[in-house]
């Protein structure tokens, strides 16, 4: 039996078994009460709605998200893949440090690579992200007279891939 079948024979009940004054207060109550019900059913239909709606978006989400997930982990790996190695335009920056065997301004190398101190500073940018050189600052007998105290100078990996490309009978100037 529904809840509106129940509200009926309760009201029949009502009116068949009370007079006056208090059939009346007791309708007015029961369709109160009613009113009450039907609003909360209402208001709880629109809740399930909202959830429904709420529900669908997040699995909208989590469908994105392990797409984008997917598309970092990609990125990710390509980045890993373009610092394996260096670019090929800065091979010649690697090669003379390595031959030098001490760090230099970027001045110095674009100097000894014949190359223009803008575009030297850019591939040490990119050999630095690629962890092939890291920035040095120079001391004592290091520093320079003129010009920047601050350059460039090999890795462990910047070292390990020069001798890796030249073969193991290459190795640096000693300082």
Excluded at 29 to 40: D, K
Aim: charged content about 25%; aromatic content about 6%.
């Amino acid at each position: 039996m529904s809840m509106l079948e129940q509200w009926q024979k309760l009201d029949d009940l009502i009116v068949d078994l009370t007079k006056g004054k208090v059939k009346a207060e007791l309708r007015n109550q029961l369709a109160l009460t009613r009113e009450q019900v039907e609003a909360y059913q209402a208001q709880s239909d629109q809740q399930d709605e909202t959830l429904a709606r709420q529900l669908s978006r997040i699995e909208e989400l989590e469908q994105a998200n392990k797409e984008l997930a997917g598309r970092v982990h990609e990125l990710e790996a390509q980045l890993r893949d373009e610092q394996a190695s260096p670019p090929d335009e800065a091979l010649p920056i690697l090669m003379f440090l390595f031959s030098q065997g001490v760090g230099m301004t970027v001045e110095e190398i674009a100097d000894a690579a014949n190359h223009q101190s803008s575009a030297v500073e850019y591939y040490c940018g990119q050999l630095e992200k690629g962890r092939f050189l890291r920035q040095c600052r120079f001391h004592g007998e290091q520093r320079r007279l003129y010009g920047s105290d601050c350059g460039y100078i090999l890795t462990q990996k910047g070292r390990a891939w020069v001798m890796e490309q030249s073969g193991p009978s290459h190795t640096p100037a000693e300082s």
